[in-house]
């Protein structure tokens, strides 16, 4: 199965916008639009964020968004807080009925 | 109310088999579109889909470990049971549970710590 490819680390300032992005080598990603990403915070479950590139579920804040370009996915938080920093990780579905998930980033607030 | 908790040993010594129970409320894995995955986490390393099993009794897994993994609900008792043969050291991880709807792993449990050690 191929990788999902995140950086290792992204930082900014509270109030400032980050962006993480997310690289697909499969044929898939650039076709399906099966995106999601998930924040963790240490010592916790994942909690879904972003799901189909661009959707939020309820309860989310209006300052997390999703975008995708060709092979690359991008989440997006604007407005950042320092509840904002943990681990945040891509996903994507696959046409062997499977789930990726990328190596992660960490997100450090300043 | 839609909860999910994993369950089974915390230290496995290598070569055995892995057993963990997932047992789940809020909904019922008969109901049509729903799933529930196994993911993995090595301490301090990325997220890991193992397999997951659907309404329709239909299961898929990572290639990667397809050889040494089972899933297989019981519907009754709300529980979906994922095995793993010949546990490695390399196998130690937190091991959560989540369900999948027509969002993607929108509930998860707490996780397991499952440790491999002779």
């Known amino acids: 199965q191929s990788a999902l490819t995140q950086p290792a680390s992204v930082s900014g300032s509270p109030g400032q916008s980050i962006t993480i992005s997310c690289t697909g080598a499969n044929s898939d990603f650039l076709r399906y639009n099966y995106v999601s990403w998930y924040q963790q915070h240490p010592g916790k479950a994942p909690k879904l964020m972003i799901y189909?590139?661009?959707n939020r579920p309820s309860g989310v804040s209006n300052r997390f968004s999703g975008s995708k370009s060709g092979y690359t996915a991008s989440l997006t938080i604007s407005g950042l807080q320092a509840e904002d920093e943990a681990d945040y990780y891509c996903?994507?579905?696959?046409?062997?009925?499977?789930?990726?998930f990328g190596g992660g980033t960490k997100l450090t607030v300043l | 109310q839609v909860t999910l908790r994993e369950s089974g040993p915390a230290l496995v010594k290598p070569t055995q088999t892995l057993t963990l129970t997932c047992t789940f409320s809020?909904?019922?894995?008969?109901?049509?579109?729903?799933?529930v995955n196994w993911v993995r986490q090595p301490p301090g390393k990325a997220l890991e889909w193992l397999a997951f099993?659907?309404?329709?009794?239909?299961?898929y897994y990572n290639s990667s470990l397809k050889t040494r993994l089972s899933i297989f609900k019981d519907t009754s008792k709300n529980q979906v049971v994922l095995t793993m043969t010949n546990m490695e050291p390399v196998d130690t991880a937190t091991y959560y549970c989540?369900?999948?709807?027509?969002?993607?792993?929108?509930?998860w449990g707490q996780g397991t710590l499952v440790t491999v050690s002779s």
């Open positions: 996903s994507s579905y696959t046409d062997s009925d499977t789930w990726l």
């Open positions: 189909e590139v661009n």
């Open positions: 099993i659907d309404w329709d009794d239909q299961k």
């Open positions: 809020g909904f019922s894995l008969s109901t049509s579109g729903l799933s």
């Open positions: 989540a369900r999948t709807s027509s969002l993607p792993f929108d509930y």
